[in-house]
């Protein structure tokens, strides 16, 4: 099980690496859904293999990188909100026939 949990943290850094040399070389856009994948993937591979082997400080950060990863990709791909609507200003008062 160890050896299957070193590969997973092993990949998991490559595929950090990966998107984060793609980004910083222009190739890659860092607000796209592509690079939002490989850091979730990635984030997760490490948390994994991190808190198998007890290292809860690299554990959490990448728990919280995976969240940040998730919470990134709903807003990627969920469909844009309907803009609200106000409701309609009521119009003014009409004029007052209240002569003398």
């Given at each position: 099980?160890?050896?299957f949990?070193?590969i997973i ?8 690496l990966?998107?984060?040399a793609?980004v910083?070389?222009g190739?890659?856009?860092g ?11 990635g984030?997760a591979?490490?948390m994994i ?7 809860w400080?690299?554990?959490i950060l990448n728990?919280v ?6 919470w990134t990709?709903?807003?990627l ?14 119009p ?8 003398p």
């Open positions: 099980m160890s050896t949990i070193t943290g092993t990949a998991g850094a490559v595929v950090l990966l998107a984060y793609l910083s070389s190739r890659m856009s607000e796209g859904l592509p690079y939002q994948l490989l850091n979730l993937g984030a591979g490490l293999n991190s808190a198998y082997h007890s290292a400080p690299s554990a728990l990188w995976s969240g940040i990863g998730v990709l709903g807003r791909v969920a469909p844009p909100a309907a803009p609200r609507r106000h409701a309609e200003p009521a003014p008062p009409g004029p007052c026939y209240g002569g």
